[in-house]
């Protein structure tokens, strides 16, 4: 929990909401230090110096590998605030502040999907794929090269579905549970798992238990996400709310992760197109199961709808998760 103010509190639902309007307001500013790239310095540095030996050894310090990585990140967001409060309660709060919406991407979210967009259409449109293909290959994976609008368009909504819970409704659930501490402990294991939680030889056993970890920690903020996205289109004029809830649970395990697969349903169901499909990763096919029904063929204006639903999405969850904590308020 936060040293400053209650886990699930009026106090601290404030503060929360305050982040995500500093995160609207400024985003990731490129001149401010990022809690995340320290920690991304941090496994680098273990992962260079552990991730050798034999299968038992590696699985055993991955495990040690979350421990130090999460727990510390807890332990020193936690040490900070504490210090800081001692010097002064204000500034304490405006460390919080500021912490927590490190742990947002909202607006960074909006803009990496308006990057893929903006070549594509709208006043200034010039139909540069070429533009729109570079844009998307550094939000995915994949070979983007060769994709036409469709494809492009399939990526940067996957991409703004799927990282609506890592990047905003996640962080905000642990945020209200326990603070700017475990929230930075909860982007940890994300970065743990953006970096070694891979199935290949090199990351199969030492990456295991962070793969693990970040499921576990994702696994109710993703279903609680699919649920505020359904409710939010309740109010985004074009919206297919008809049977998307039904279809969403019925398609979300076909995702190989346990949790990417229900915001992505939730999202290709109301929008009345069709996620997943085939892939290519550095020269290597892949196929994932589709998620959907085709009612209409994917385009560039599909990532703006993309875009609107992920800010519904996450002000519903707010609401979602603020509505108890001001019920216990009137009721106490």
């Not at 421990?67 to 990140?73: A, E, F, M």
């Not at 953006?194 to 030492?206: A, H, N």
């Not at 962070?210 to 920690?217: E, K, L, Q």
């Not at 993703?222 to 809830?245: D, Y």
Request: hydrophobic share 55%; with cysteine.
């Amino acid at each position: 929990m936060s040293p400053l103010v209650e886990p699930f509190s009026l106090s601290l639902l404030g503060l929360v909401v305050a982040a995500v309007l500093l995160d609207l307001a400024l985003g990731d500013p490129p001149w401010l230090p990022h809690p995340v790239v320290g920690m991304g310095k941090v496994i680098a540095r273990l992962e260079g110096a552990w991730n050798h030996g034999a299968a038992a050894a590696r699985r055993r310090r991955g495990r040690w590998l979350v421990l130090v990585v999460v727990g510390g990140s807890w332990a020193l967001g936690w040490a900070l605030l504490a210090a800081l409060a001692w010097l002064s309660p204000w500034l304490a709060l405006a460390a919080e502040l500021g912490l927590l919406a490190t742990t947002l991407a909202a607006r960074g979210l909006a803009e990496a999907g308006r990057a893929v967009a903006g070549p594509l259409a709208g006043p200034l449109a010039r139909g540069d794929l070429a533009e729109a293909r570079q844009a998307l290959s550094m939000i995915v994976g994949r070979d983007t090269t060769a994709l036409d609008e469709g494809e492009l368009a399939r990526g940067a909504v996957e991409t703004v579905a799927e990282n609506t819970v890592d990047g905003i409704t996640a962080p905000l659930f642990w945020a209200l549970l326990g603070g700017a501490p475990l929230a930075l402990a909860y982007k940890a294991a994300n970065t743990l798992d953006s970096m070694v939680g891979y199935q290949s030889p090199r990351y199969l056993d030492f990456g295991r238990a962070s793969a693990r970890f970040d499921d576990a920690v994702n696994w109710l903020p993703a279903r609680l996400t699919a649920l505020a996205l359904w409710l939010a289109a309740w109010a985004i004029p074009g919206s297919r709310l008809a049977g998307a809830l039904a279809a969403t649970r019925r398609e979300a395990p076909r995702h190989p992760s346990p949790n990417a697969g229900w915001p992505e349903a939730m999202v290709a169901n109301l929008l009345g197109v069709r996620l997943g499909g085939l892939n290519h990763y550095a020269g290597r096919s892949s196929h994932r199961a589709t998620l959907g029904t085709a009612l209409e063929p994917l385009s560039v204006v599909h990532i703006g709808c993309a875009i609107r639903l992920m800010h519904g999405g996450w002000l519903a969850f707010l609401l979602l998760m603020g509505l108890p904590i001001l019920a216990g308020e009137l009721l106490s």
